[in-house]
């Protein structure tokens, strides 16, 4: 199982990035995934997750400005962010777990990490 991401960047206060999550060693739509977000200092934050046909989660400082989304064909896993704030400005990594049907934005569900892209948003 590997997982590799993309699509970071510095933008400033109110713009938007895309990050990519490609997916590689397993059928990622049979698997919960999820973006997760660590800025320095802090505890890892679970931003959002995604699980086949059901509703995604997401965390309430972002709710209405990120979209997690997944290609099955392609492999890969999305998250849309608008409006970016300055305190978004973090280290994103995505994750997946192999054993848990349902979205989880909770670090201990998931056992497969990728390496992170940084997001960096300026004021």
């Known amino acids: 199982v590997h997982l590799v991401e993309s699509g970071g960047g510095s933008v400033q206060t109110g713009g938007s990035l895309r990050l990519s999550c490609a997916v590689s060693?397993?059928?990622?739509?049979?698997?919960?995934m999820a973006w997760f977000r660590q800025a320095p200092g802090k505890e890892r934050e679970g931003v959002a997750s995604?699980?086949?046909?059901?509703?995604?989660r997401y965390a309430d400082s972002v709710k209405g400005r990120f979209t997690i989304s997944q290609d099955s064909a392609k492999k890969t896993l999305y998250l849309q962010m608008n409006s970016l704030k300055p305190e978004d400005t973090a280290t994103y990594l995505c994750?997946?777990?192999?054993?848990?049907?349902?979205?989880?934005?909770?670090?201990?569900?998931?056992?497969?990490w990728g390496q992170g892209t940084q997001v960096t948003v300026s004021s």
């Open positions: 994750a997946a777990s192999p054993s848990l049907w349902a979205p989880s934005i909770r670090g201990a569900d998931f056992a497969y």
């Open positions: 060693g397993y059928a990622s739509s049979t698997y919960s």
């Open positions: 995604i699980y086949s046909e059901l509703r995604p």
